[in-house]
Each structure stands twice: as C-alpha cells, then as structure tokens.
C-alpha cells in the first residue's frame, strides 16, 4: 500500500550516532502506527522502536531503550530513529513499517514495509 523509502544509514564505530529516515509516499501516514524493525544476517527480524498514530507515545525494545529515539513529523509523511551509542550488535538493516491507526500495534500488525537501509557499526 504505502511505499516506504529508508535512509541514512551507513558504517559507523561503536559510540556513534546515526539518524535514519523513512520517507512515505502514496498516501499519508499521519493515521498510522509506525515502527522500526532490524534484522541482522542469519537472524529473526526484530522490532526496535514504534510511536502511536498520533505520536504521543513510544515503545522500544529493551536493548535499544536509552539509545533509541524514534519521531516523526507528519508534515512531511516522515518518520525518524535517532540512534546514540551505538554499539556492534546494532548491526542490521533497518526497515520502518507502517500499522494501523492504533497506540501500539503488535509486530504482525504492520502491513506496509520498506525495503531498509544498512546500519553496521564497527568495534
């Protein structure tokens, strides 16, 4: 449904920081939950980070918690994670998801995916 592009992502060492961006087009997601997710080689795809619909609230994965920040700016059909101290098991390709018009989605509630960006983040 809603294409989703990710961005800025790169190779970094360990303490580093990184913003990534996930631009949507096609429709607003100003009425969807939106997440991060990672998933590094030879692992499950993991959930990082989601904010609400209406982004007055947000969950994160325990080993991102304190590090992790995810935003998004409506205005621009924008969804962001700033990511502090990084460390190398943050290695992953990032992909944002787009849920439906609820707090917090479970993981298999989101349905429109991005294709991702790589974050590898050196020691």
């Known amino acids: 449904q809603v294409q989703l592009v990710e961005s800025g992502g790169g190779l970094v060492q360990a303490g580093d920081s990184l913003r990534l961006s996930c631009a949507a087009s096609?429709?607003?997601?100003?009425?969807?939950?939106m997440a991060w997710f990672r998933q590094a080689p030879g692992k499950e795809r993991e959930f990082v980070a989601g904010i609400s619909w209406g982004g007055a609230s947000t969950y994160y994965a325990n080993s991102v918690k304190g590090r992790f920040t995810i935003s998004r700016d409506n205005t621009k059909n924008t969804v962001y994670l700033q990511m502090n101290t990084l460390k190398p098991e943050d290695t992953a390709l990032y992909s944002c998801a787009a849920g439906p018009r609820t707090t917090r989605p479970a993981p298999n509630e989101y349905t429109s995916w991005g294709r991702g960006t790589q974050v590898t983040v050196s020691s």
């Open positions: 096609g429709r607003t997601i100003s009425s969807n939950a």
